[in-house]
């Protein structure tokens, strides 16, 4: 039976665009397997919660490349437009979307919005990244 990972992912921006980073965390049921949170430069803060998405996928997919994924995000946008119920009309976006599809077997991903409070630990790593810590 194919393996269940989770991904929280998060970026922020200070100022739009501003100082950046993402959070993202791989779990497996209530199990934390990886945290990770990267400061990013100038950046907008749609580009940082793709950023956080792609760092998810990436860490999940070294997990395990045939686990079914649920990526949790707290942006909607990215959701949206990952689910392909959206178009990405902004260039820079639609290519980090694009190198978010080629991770992981695009069949094996699910992508839910959730509350910002749910996305705490995410959000958490983005501040921990942004502060320097």
């Known amino acids: 039976m ?17 100082q950046a980073a993402y959070g993202a965390l791989v779990c497996e049921g ?5 945290e990770i949170a990267e400061k990013i430069g100038i950046a907008t803060n749609n580009v940082a919660e793709y950023q956080g998405l792609i760092a998810g996928l990436r860490a999940a997919n070294k997990i395990d490349p045939a686990a079914h994924i649920e990526a949790r995000l707290d ?7 990952m689910s392909g119920r959206w178009k990405i ?8 979307a694009m190198e978010a ?14 509350p910002r409070e749910e996305n705490y630990e995410a959000d958490r790593l983005v501040s921990l990244a942004l502060d320097g810590y």
């Open 30 to 34: 209530d199990k934390v397997l990886i």
């Open 75 to 81: 942006s909607k946008l990215v959701v949206e437009q």
């Open 89 to 96: 009309k902004n260039i820079p976006l639609a290519k980090l």
């Open 2 to 18: 194919a393996r269940e990972l989770i991904i929280y992912a998060d970026g922020g921006s200070r100022g739009n665009p501003g």
């Open 101 to 114: 599809k080629k991770i992981h077997s695009p069949e094996l991903i699910t992508f839910t919005w959730i």
